[in-house]
């Protein structure tokens, strides 16, 4: 379970090993709470937990650290892994 690390916040930012041959997505933990966001486009696709306030600004971090995000994933998963649907 490979974590992304240097994005601030009280968030865990991490891929399932085993998730790789679905389109690029990041899975996000804080205590018990867990959501999963796809990358392209991004958008939530499910959650456990978390307020929408609090939805919105893990949204807003990955934003910021796309760029990131998608750079560890390649790193993982590899550059033939699934964007798309």
Known sequence: ?????????????????FDCNEKMHVHVQRD???CKFWIQPLA????RGFSSKELNAIREL?????????EE??????????IEN
Do not use: Q, V
């Open 44 to 47: 939530l696709a499910m959650s």
């Open 1 to 17: 379970m490979p974590t992304i690390r240097n994005i601030p916040g009280p968030y865990r930012f991490f891929f399932y090993s």
């Open 62 to 70: 990955i934003e910021k650290n796309k760029d990131w995000i998608m």
């Open 73 to 82: 994933w390649y790193e993982h998963c590899g550059t033939n892994s699934r």
């Open 32 to 34: 018990k709470m867990i």
